[in-house]
């Protein structure tokens, strides 16, 4: 049995489009809050937090109408593509609302924006699975997350180079540029993946016992109490992380430029650092849970995370030591990126995957939701050296979390020989 990674890297553009979009995101919108309509940290917090609060209720429910959709061009690719030419009408028109300082204007096309993002990040994540056999999962999983990675780097690139160090702004060519990287993306990917004949491919290729290896719910059957504590642990854990993470980078523009004092979009090189070295290891993070497993690739990721955030908090000002411990951020976050999303769809049948995405993405989103407003919270009338170590504390719960988890990993695959991990055959 062996990876389609050509495959597996058209299916990826999705996610790719999806991750420049999130990356542009949580890197201006911050700043147009702040200097634009000089929004104190706390409500900033509340206002990043509409994403999360949206997907909390429509990832799982766009992720449950996807597995019973069925159209001429696959039960995914519908909402993806709605989805993708919504978001990029919308998004264009959030740096005129900048530029004319409307504050209605500037909510309602981001709460479009947002909206058209929530009905289709589900469907899309899905797809890999759809078409990947189970124990195989870790590895394409880490591709889609390169891929991911490369789009936030696309993002991250424009912003670097566009963002002025000094004067007023304007992020429009910045936004349009990412909406049309998104239009292509998907282009790419609806021309290259015919869904519905990858599936009933895979629907042949399908071993009976592969539906056995694990308890799982489907239909009537109920999942055995141990495997359902370790569903609730993971989802826990994927809590805590996600809350750790996520104030780190939904604060970290506005954290470089008032905290550590770079100036312009000087931050996107420190985060464009820590993304690369993500690119780099999310294939290796892959192949190396195959061997080892999941849970304890992941477990390795938290902690190195934990370390990183911690050293962090040491710093005043910028340091190149910073940029050295992001290389690890990014490595650290790639090991535990790449093998949760499988751990939590190992326990569903094929029916059902877009329905366990989607409680994926509730535990995710649920944090996100929560840690911009807290840690806004405490930047605000705290101080902004609070970001690293409340990001710390909860990477130390996620890790005691996540040690509890019993279930989810694969059965391992030992290739024949190493180049039949790189196969890209059809």
């Not at 912003?159 to 992020?171: A, H, R």
Request: charged share 15%.
């Amino acid at each position: 049995m062996k990876l389609n990674y050509r495959r597996t890297f058209f299916i990826g553009l999705a996610f790719m489009s999806i991750s420049a979009f999130w990356q542009l995101y949580d890197s201006i919108i911050p700043l147009i809050l702040k200097h634009t309509f000089e929004i104190g940290d706390t409500l900033a917090g509340g206002i990043m937090a509409l994403d999360n609060i949206l997907a909390l209720f429509m990832l799982p429910l766009f992720g449950a109408l996807s597995d019973r959709v069925r159209t001429n061009i696959g039960k995914r690719m519908p909402f993806i593509l709605g989805g993708t030419a919504i978001a990029v009408l919308s998004m264009v028109l959030i740096p005129v609302a900048d530029n004319l300082v409307s504050l209605p204007l500037f909510v309602v096309v981001l709460l479009v924006a947002l909206v058209a993002m929530s009905t289709y990040r589900s469907p899309a994540v899905a797809l890999m699975p759809d078409v990947t056999p189970k124990p195989l999962r870790s590895q394409a999983n880490g591709i889609i997350n390169l891929m991911g990675a490369l789009g936030a780097v696309f993002s991250l690139v424009l912003i670097s180079l566009l963002v002025p160090k000094e004067g007023t702004p304007d992020y429009f060519k910045i936004f349009a540029i990412v909406a049309g990287f998104m239009v292509f993306a998907v282009a790419v990917l609806f021309t290259t993946i015919k869904e519905n004949k990858i599936a009933k491919e895979m629907k042949a290729l399908e071993e009976p016992t592969e539906e056995t290896e694990e308890p799982q719910v489907h239909g009537s059957t109920r999942m055995e109490p141990a495997v359902r504590r370790s569903f609730w642990l993971i989802l826990a854990s994927i809590f805590f992380w996600f809350f750790a993470y996520n104030a780190v980078t939904t604060a970290f523009s506005k954290y470089v430029q008032s905290y550590l004092g770079v100036a312009g979009g000087g931050f996107a090189n420190s985060l464009m650092i820590a993304t690369v070295a993500a690119v780099l290891a999310f294939v290796p993070a892959g192949m190396i849970a195959a061997r080892i497993g999941r849970k304890r690739t992941i477990l390795t990721g938290i902690a190195v995370l934990t370390v990183c955030f911690a050293l962090a908090s040491l710093f005043t000002t910028f340091t190149p030591l910073l940029n050295v411990l992001l290389v690890f951020v990014g490595f650290g976050w790639a090991a535990i990126n790449v093998n949760s999303y499988p751990m939590v769809v190992e326990m569903a049948k094929g029916a059902d995957i877009g329905k366990y995405t989607g409680y994926y993405y509730t535990a995710s989103m649920s944090a996100q939701i929560l840690t911009p407003v807290l840690s806004g919270f405490f930047m605000e009338y705290v101080g902004y050296w609070t970001l690293f170590p409340y990001a710390t504390i909860f990477m130390i719960i996620a890790f005691i979390t996540m040690s509890q988890v019993k279930h989810g990993d694969a059965k391992a695959i030992t290739p024949k020989n190493t180049l039949e991990l790189l196969d890209v055959e059809d």
